[in-house]
T-cell receptor, first 114, second 115 residues
Framework: DQQVKQNSPSLSVQEGRISILNCDYT??????FLWYKKYPAEGPTFLIS?????DKNEDGRFTVFLNKSAKHLSLHIVPSQPGDSAVYFC?????????????FGTGTLLAVQP | SAVISQKPSRDICQRGTSLTIQCQVD?????MFWYRQQPGQSLTLIAT?????????ESGFVIDKFPISRPNLTFSTLTVSNMSPEDSSIYLC????????????FGPGTRLLVL
């Protein structure tokens, strides 16, 4: 049972345009969400997070939006750069006291074309 | 964030053998975790390694197969025992510096191939 889903395995975007990566979850007990970027042969790198008490968090070119009623979050990258090409994972945690346990999605491979 | 290193970075092992993966952090941390990423799949939590107590394993993972040590606040090991080709994965340690809703930071991972 996949509690965190990233339905797009890949996404291709032109440099300078916006990249939008989507993530859906099924467990309403999740209250903390994170996005990680992963290059080949490296561990995931933390990008940005959002608590369920917010609906938006912004950090430079990265913005995460949370829609609790739809159980949906998205990561916007603008403008996209070739160095952003990587696999992006969303993760969720906070299930009723089981904090720190992260449930990951399957990832979306982003390719930013020069 | 903390600097996290893992050894070995990769290995090729024969079935039936065991491999111990080390995770070293440059500062004291409260909680450390071990994850597995099988080919083409997501990261899955194996266990939480707490200093001074036994590790807490997730459903589907057992201590006999994945024994974990946490001798101090900067170091942990994960052993993959009696390996089979299905254990071929990337194994990652991660950490938080406190309890609660904390961001986890990941090591570079250990790529394991079992023949």
């Amino acid at each position: 049972d996949q509690q965190v889903k990233q339905n797009s395995p890949s996404l291709s975007v032109q440099e300078g345009r916006i990249s939008i990566l989507n993530c859906d979850y099924t467990n309403s007990m999740f209250d903390y969400f994170l996005w990680y970027k992963k290059y080949p042969a490296e561990g995931p790198t933390f990008l940005i997070s959002i608590s369920s008490i917010k609906d938006k968090n912004e950090d430079g070119r990265f913005t995460v939006f949370l829609n609790k009623s739809a159980k949906h979050l998205s990561l916007h990258i603008v403008p996209s750069q070739p160095g952003d090409s990587a696999v992006y994972f969303c993760a969720a945690s906070g299930m009723g006291g089981a904090t720190n346990k992260l449930i990951f999605g399957t990832g979306t491979l982003l390719a930013v074309q020069p | 964030s903390a600097v996290i290193s893992q050894k070995p970075s990769r290995d090729i092992c024969q079935r039936g053998t065991s491999l111990t993966i080390q995770c070293q952090v440059d500062s004291q941390v409260t909680m450390m975790f071990w994850y597995r990423q099988q080919p083409g799949q997501s990261l899955t939590l194996i266990a939480t390694a707490n200093q001074g107590s036994e590790a807490t394993y997730e459903s589907g993972f057992v201590i006999d197969k994945f024994p974990i040590s946490r001798p101090n606040l900067t170091f942990s090991t994960l052993t993959v025992s009696n390996m089979s080709p299905e254990d071929s994965s990337i194994y990652l340690c991660s950490l938080t510096k406190g309890g609660g809703l904390e961001t986890q930071y990941f090591g570079p991972g250990t790529r394991l191939l079992v023949l």
